[in-house]
Structure formats: structure tokens, C-alpha cells
């Protein structure tokens, strides 16, 4: 977890490549609300790069059922 000036966050890591991101804690919330999450992993999906301020950080693309 960690503490920005205009957002907070935590880090997550790949599992393939130990590459760490960040991602918002908005976007974690969202993300945990809809996807299953198994055992603190999300399943493979897409993500997109996204911005808070002058922070950067990851989210998944989550796209609505039609």
C-alpha cells in the first residue's frame, strides 16, 4: 500500500514476470467488486494504463455484459 500526494494505492505484482505496478485504490475496490479473486490473484485479463494526477497506475479493462 502506499500513499501519494492526490492518490492512494497498493502494489501488485505479475506473477509470470515478478514486474511490479501500481494501482489505485478506486480501481483495486472496482476490480475486486467484479471480478473473482482467488486468493489475492485476479484471473488473466486485460489491463490498461491509466492516470490520477500526476500519478500513473494500472487497471483492468472491465467491459459491461450486453
Keep these: 500500500m502506499y500513499s501519494g500526494r492526490s492518490a492512494k494505492g497498493a502494489c501488485v505484482t505479475d506473477k509470470n514476470t515478478g514486474k511490479e505496478y501500481h494501482m489505485f485504490m478506486t480501481d483495486l475496490i472496482k476490480a475486486m467488486r467484479a471480478l473473482t479473486v482467488d486468493k489475492g490473484v485476479f484471473p488473466v485479463m486485460e ?18 455484459k450486453k
Design 47 to 64: 489491463w490498461e494504463a491509466c492516470k490520477r494526477g500526476m500519478n500513473y497506475g494500472i487497471r483492468p479493462v472491465l467491459t459491461a
